[in-house]
């Protein structure tokens, strides 16, 4: 995982491949206040980005997730989130598979001991490798969070 601001992209530019870059660029050069929920397409099914407004919620009502085809850049417009994280590995059971369809698959829940807390203009890279709870409040305090999540597509 890598995590960081808005304000600290351009350092870490030097430093990613070509497709995170286009989306870390993305993210710093939009003002989120004025995009709606929606799917934006930023290079066909290759890269698309993912606007939704929702509440966090306990982390006991969220199941760990990963993908195969498409890494996760998630971004916080508003608000305030705690994301779990742990590695995939393979003694971790898939309890719900859509990958086919969207890419998504739910893991018997894990206790993983790592998280980040994500706040207005934070981001974290997630990777097909790594399993990631997301949408988790901090402080058992619910938060209305605005979510942008730059799906790129793994080569």
Same mark, same amino acid.
């Given at each position: 995982?890598?995590?960081?601001?808005?304000?600290?992209?351009?350092?870490?530019?030097?430093?990613?491949?070509?497709?995170?870059?286009?989306?870390?660029?993305?993210?710093?050069?939009?003002d989120?206040?004025?995009? $709606?929920?929606g /799917?934006?397409? *930023?290079?066909? #099914?290759?890269?698309?980005? &993912?606007?939704?407004?929702?509440?966090? @919620?306990?982390?006991?009502?969220?199941?760990?997730?990963?993908?195969?085809?498409y890494?996760?850049?998630?971004?916080?417009?508003?608000?305030?989130?705690?994301?779990y994280?742990?590695?995939?590995?393979?003694?971790?059971?898939?309890?719900?598979?859509? $990958?086919?369809? /969207?890419?998504? *698959?739910?893991? #018997?829940?894990?206790?993983? &001991?790592?998280?980040?807390?994500l706040n @207005?203009?934070?981001?974290?890279?997630?990777?097909?490798?790594?399993?990631?709870?997301?949408?988790?409040?901090?402080?058992?305090?619910?938060?209305a969070?605005?979510?942008?999540?730059?799906?790129?597509?793994?080569?």
């Amino acid at each position: 995982m890598i995590f960081g601001h808005k304000n600290d992209i351009e350092k870490l530019l030097p430093y990613v491949g070509e497709d995170l870059r286009k989306a870390l660029e993305y993210l710093a050069a939009t003002d989120f206040s004025k995009v $709606a929920d929606g /799917r934006y397409v *930023l290079d066909g #099914e290759k890269m698309y980005a &993912n606007v939704e407004n929702y509440t966090t @919620a306990d982390r006991s009502t969220k199941k760990p997730e990963a993908h195969n085809k498409y890494i996760d850049v998630q971004y916080l417009g508003k608000g305030t989130e705690k994301i779990y994280f742990a590695p995939r590995t393979a003694d971790v059971k898939i309890v719900e598979d859509y $990958a086919e369809k /969207r890419d998504l *698959l739910f893991f #018997e829940n894990i206790e993983e &001991n790592d998280y980040v807390v994500l706040n @207005a203009g934070d981001f974290a890279v997630l990777f097909p490798w790594e399993l990631h709870r997301p949408g988790c409040n901090v402080e058992n305090e619910p938060s209305a969070v605005q979510k942008i999540v730059v799906k790129i597509a793994v080569k």
